[in-house]
């Protein structure tokens, strides 16, 4: 490797090969979380998900992949740890410390200081989602009382409430929603590899050593520029940000007229638009469900306006025939209502 100064020096150095030891064979697996499957040995690795074994293919929780492996250290080298890919985080145990918690590519780790030469213990906890333990469970007849309708639980069901076994065993978790169904492709899970023991050469000059480690780093993943890195490389583009939707969805219409953007605004004001003016809403009942209590509130009133909170929920502000104003949330209309806000067009104050 050759480096050129700012100040017109020449650097060169001999770039030693890396030397890589594949580790995708003969893993020990134990797994932790709801209805973890029995520990197994995996002569080669491979996705969860993919397993013919149900409760490893529906399991979601943590797995810990274990193995010993054998090295002699030299002065001057560095040993990094390559697990290629991961569903969908792991943390890197070397002889019984953790090193380093990996959560995005490339999943790459230095543990040269904690090695030692001859056998050493090498440990991968790999975490996946909760979305396959649903898919599991919908295999099974619902026992909790999901709406079929909206997937929603509208009472809780009576085995829960006396405390007594539920009927459908094989279902390990309990929600207020379904969240997924039986035939929802599973998503991959585990530690994917290849898993690899790279050792690489330093460089005596400083400068030097850090483009070879940089380039080294880079190289184990070439879609760095898409998850990030550990640090800004001088020789790194720009990154172009993606589009806020959250922003987008509540800017103001592309269409407004000319002369609205032609009037002078106060610095560092932003445009309210103004609520329109109060119509009288028909007759009818909105219905408040207090999931605390389980009671109704039920209200009637002419519209207002409606706007959005900080939390980014659309509510509608009503006033009851005494005056007294009172806020629904925009999901709690009937359908007759939601008719009547989109016949007269009404605006959203932000």
């Known amino acids: 490797m050759k480096l050129e100064t700012a100040d017109g020096r020449s650097i060169e150095e001999k770039l030693e090969p890396e030397k890589v030891r594949s580790l995708d064979s003969d893993w020990m697996v134990s ?33 810990g992949y274990k193995k010993t492996i054998d090295l002699n250290k030299e002065e001057g080298e560095e040993i990094w740890l390559d697990l290629g890919s991961v569903e969908v985080i792991a943390a890197v145990l070397v002889n019984g410390k953790e090193i380093e918690v990996e959560w995005k590519p490339p999943f790459l780790t230095e543990i040269t200081d904690a090695l030692k030469s001859g056998t050493n213990e090498l440990e991968i906890r790999v975490a996946n989602l909760w979305g396959n333990r649903f898919i599991g469970d919908e295999q099974y007849p619902d026992d909790i009382g999901f709406s079929p309708s909206n997937g929603l639980l509208s009472q809780l069901p009576k085995w829960f409430v006396e405390d007594k076994p539920r009927p459908q065993q094989g279902r390990k978790t309990f929600t207020t929603n379904r969240y997924y169904g039986k035939d929802d492709p599973l998503r991959p899970s585990g530690l994917l590899g290849p898993v690899s023991l790279i050792t690489r050469s330093k460089h005596t000059d400083p400068r030097l050593e850090q483009v070879a480690r940089d380039l080294f780093v880079f190289s184990r993943n070439p879609e760095f520029l898409s998850y990030g890195w550990h640090r800004k490389a001088p020789y790194s583009k720009e990154i172009v940000k ?109």
Do not use: C, M
Not at 250 to 256: L, R, T, V
Not at 262 to 278: L, R
Not at 296 to 301: F, I, Y
Not at 320 to 348: C, M, V, W
């Open 31 to 63: 797994f932790d979380g709801v209805g973890a499957p029995r520990a197994r040995r995996f002569e080669k690795l491979y996705p969860w998900n993919e397993s013919p074994d149900e409760s490893l293919r529906y399991f979601s929780g943590t797995g």
């Open 242 to 350: 993606k589009p806020d939707k959250k922003k987008a969805k509540h800017a103001e219409p592309a269409n407004e007229p000319a002369e609205e953007h032609a009037k002078p605004k106060k610095k560092g004001a932003s445009p309210v638009k103004p609520a329109p003016v109060a119509k009288p809403a028909p007759e009818g009942k909105h219905e408040l469900r207090r999931w605390a209590v389980g009671k109704h509130q039920e209200s009637t009133g002419s519209y207002v306006r409606t706007f959005v909170n900080s939390k980014q929920n659309k509510l509608v502000t009503l006033r009851s025939a005494d005056g007294k104003e009172f806020n629904i949330f925009h999901r709690s209309l009937t359908p007759e209502d939601l008719a009547y806000l989109e016949s007269i067009q009404a605006e959203t104050k932000q």
